[in-house]
């Protein structure tokens, strides 16, 4: 089977770009299961409740978070009562889940998300930790790991801790995709991170004006999504072997409009 995950879906032209995309990559590579990361759906922070109706129409199996998990009040009108939107499972006593089990085809399908510690809010629990205690208790034959963290050295040392246990582990957050999609030598598909979907033409989706006066100036403009320009589509798709179980290959794909 095929499974399409698609990078931090950001404001306007996330959406533009992702309705644009989404239906001809599901045609021509014959996608089965799609993944999203909606984090950023909502101006740039959070997924409020009609971005989350329109991912569902637009095919969306699962939807994962992040750091701005919590951003729009309206998540917490139907987030404990959804099968399908994931936050990060080593936040502690908050809302939701996170993971999600989907049964496709017989074939049961775990999609789960970890945000990491360095350079981020560091008292959530170990994602390493945490990702033991879910293989220990939730059974599945495929295990997607959305891994939600700033730097490159704590999820490639994430992806080899698991190798071999988890199905991928998929970086995401930084917003800009890394050129290193590879199987790892124990079966466990791996990228630092899918980067983004979205504007082109800001500092990962934020204005670049005010990004640029902030560091120039020392600014102090809250930060407003930037709506026009180029867009990118950043995302990947693994091919699963439905026997084993086991990636066998992941993917990139990076468009730019
Ligand atoms: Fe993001
Ligand atoms: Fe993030």
Known sequence: ??????????????????????????????INFVIANGENVSHGKGMNEGHYKWFLNQGVNVITLGNHSFQQRSIYNFIDDVNNVVRPYNYNDVAGKGYATINYNGIKITVFQMIGRVLMDESVSSPFEKTKELLENVESDIYICDFHAETTSEKIAYGYAFDGKLTAVLGTHTHVQTRDARILDNGTAFITDVGMTGPLDGVIGVDKTIIVDRYVNNGKHRFEPQEAGKTQFCAVILEINDLTKKATKIDTIYVIE
Do not use: H
């Open 1 to 30: 089977m095929k499974i399409l995950f698609v990078g931090d879906v950001f404001s306007k032209l996330g959406r533009e770009t992702f309705e644009r995309n989404l239906r001809r990559i599901k045609e021509n590579e014959k």
